[in-house]
């Protein structure tokens, strides 16, 4: 790592799901007025960098991650004069604001898409994949991650083209160079427009395998695994981008890379590959999945050991050569208190700031997804109808109605535990009509228990989850041990408590999580001598030896 810090290295990354933040004209919609409007609140938590789910042109096959129009504003949000003015008003705070880039796939609205199916000869033809397939057949048995092949047969042209998500989604071919200068342009555009970088959605998926061929079956499946990801071009096509591109601005990047190990990290990422800044891994976010072939639809715990494990190899892996991303949750998952903390009303608050303390004092740039500081929970919904995402639908379409491979009442709870829709209801301000996220019925219900947890409640008590994460916020910004500080881990084998040291420069901070319900006794005394100083707890003095249900602390050793 170079020996000065680089500015997101230090930063702190605030997630804003546009759709669920504010609505300001009265349609149950969040827009960018919206954030605007909430600029203070995020710069009193005192986050550095605003990342926006995409807020493009998008019939919202995928709420707007099928984008018909990268260079406009979804009708939904507001117009670019709100954009413009949401940018100057958070530059003017010093807040920085990155994009969400979504260039895997585009709408099959998109005007490109729109020309290349008209004929087999046009010049759009090759910017999307096109195959004639085997018959009726297919032309691979790749599935799509929201349900199905992930061909689709095109009556026009009589052919198939590819799309790895929705159908509404087809896969950008990035082998084609008139496309990728497209999408140059297209970022030079943004940049140059003054936004301060990109979070890329599923960057690692734009070099596909040559010819195609088939993956092995997935079990439960007549399909099987697409063969995306990590292909053989995508550091030749990163490097490219970077070069005629991002290298060109200040900013920061980061890829949204699935089924990265921390050894292809260092490609992606590595301090001097010319590539991206970081990458989102997953590997922390799959230990709870199904142990029987069904994927995320699961309602296991991630177990702690294997958690520990996978987040001190990213932290060991990179430690000096790469830079983390640090998250427990974002609009594609379940809420983190939910998932790794526990949201009874008796543990909620301790729990969820134990999770912040375990993630915030890691070498990594953190992200905070919105909610996520009033220690929002799951949904908990309790009827199909409440939800809204095409994945889970799909899901539960393919699994309990067409397959019958679940009960409705099994599915019911899966989708409890996994739907995405989990962390898109809509943001809890105060306890007005719809915890004041819109005077008009939102579009996903808001959680009932936004009565209790919200923005409100949380900024009158100085005890509040939100505070705790201003507290942590703070620490990274005040100690440079935080940014880079080497991580230790401790008791690798205990299944309950989280335990690890970070050095720097001779000083060494102690932290410790129990991320149980129990009281435990364990011998920290070793540690916690007359000299040792408490920077953060989640409870007031330390007892001996002991860690009540969620307790967390951090001291620095003498
Ligand atoms: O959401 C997932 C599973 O529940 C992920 O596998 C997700 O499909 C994957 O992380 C890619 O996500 C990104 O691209 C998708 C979009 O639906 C997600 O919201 C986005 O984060 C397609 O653009
Ligand atoms: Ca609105």
Redesign the pocket.
């Known amino acids: 790592m170079a020996a000065t810090i680089k500015w997101w290295q230090q930063a702190v990354v605030y997630q804003v799901y546009l759709r669920s933040f504010q609505d300001t004209n009265h349609d149950g919609i969040g827009d960018l007025k919206g954030i605007t409007a909430h600029l203070d609140y995020l710069k009193q938590l005192g986050i550095d960098v605003i990342w926006l789910n995409p807020i493009y042109r998008s019939p919202n096959d ?2 707007g ?1 099928d984008i018909s129009d990268y260079q406009q504003i979804a009708a939904d949000f507001g117009t670019m004069a709100d954009f413009d003015e949401l940018l100057q008003a958070a530059h003017d705070r010093g807040l920085k604001i990155i994009m969400d880039l ?1 260039v ?2 585009t709408s099959d609205e998109h005007p490109w898409f729109k020309r290349s199916r008209q004929d087999r000869t046009n010049q759009y033809r090759d910017f999307y994949f096109w195959s004639s397939g085997n018959g009726k057949k297919a032309p691979n048995n790749w599935d799509a ?1 929201f349900g199905g092949s992930a061909w689709q047969y095109d009556e026009q042209t009589q052919q198939y083209y590819l799309h790895t ?1 929705s159908t509404k ?1 087809p896969d950008l071919n990035w082998e084609n160079p008139t496309l990728r200068e497209s999408v140059y342009t297209m970022m030079t555009w943004w940049l140059n427009k003054g936004v301060d970088g990109f979070r890329m ?2 960057i690692n998926q734009i070099s596909k395998l040559p010819g195609l061929p088939d993956g092995p079956l997935k079990p439960h499946s007549q399909f099987g695994d697409a063969r995306v990801t990590n292909g053989p071009r995508v550091h030749e096509f990163l490097q490219e981008m970077n070069q005629e591109v991002l290298s060109q601005f200040d900013i920061m990047t980061v890829g ?1 890379t ?1 089924g990265v190990t921390p050894a292809d990290a260092l490609k992606y990422a590595g301090a001097d590959q010319h590539e991206l800044d970081m990458v989102f891994e ?1 590997q922390h976010l799959r230990l709870d999945n199904s142990q029987h072939g069904l994927g ?1 639809w699961s309602t296991r715990k991630t177990p702690l050991v294997a958690l520990k494990k996978v987040i001190s190899d990213w932290q060991v892996g990179l430690e000096g050569r790469a830079w983390n991303s640090l998250f427990w949750n ?3 998952t379940p809420r983190a208190v939910s998932r790794f903390g526990d949201d009874r009303p008796a543990y909620r608050v301790r729990s969820a700031k134990m999770l912040a303390t375990c993630l915030h004092l890691l070498q990594g740039t953190p992200y905070i997804y919105q909610g996520e500081e009033l220690g929002m929970t799951d949904a908990h919904f309790t009827e199909l109808a409440s939800y809204r995402d095409i ?1 889970s639908l799909n899901a539960y379409r393919d699994l309990v109605t067409e397959r019958q491979l679940l009960s409705p009442a099994d599915m019911m709870a899966r989708l409890a535990a996994r739907s ?1 829709d989990n962390s898109r209801t809509p943001m809890q301000w105060d306890t007005e009509v719809n915890a004041g996220f819109s005077d008009a019925a939102p579009w996903l219900t808001v959680n009932p228990n936004y009565r209790q947890i919200n923005a409100a409640a949380a900024l009158a008590d100085p005890d509040s989850v939100w505070y705790y994460y201003q507290h942590l916020i703070q620490l990274r910004h005040q100690y440079p041990l935080v940014t880079l500080g080497s991580l230790e881990l401790l008791w690798a084998d205990d299944p309950q408590v989280f335990l690890y040291a970070r050095q720097w420069e001779g000083r060494t901070w102690l932290v410790c999580c129990n991320f149980t319900a129990e009281t435990l006794s364990r011998p920290l005394d070793q540690y916690l001598t007359p000299t040792a100083k408490c920077l953060i707890s989640n409870y007031g003095e330390q007892q001996p030896n002991k860690l009540r249900p969620y307790e967390d602390w951090v001291y620095q050793l003498a």
Do not use: C, G, I, S
């Open positions: 995928d709420n991650y979504v895997n796939h991650a998500f989604q959605d599923v949204e699935h997953f995320k974002n609009h594609d994945e995405r």
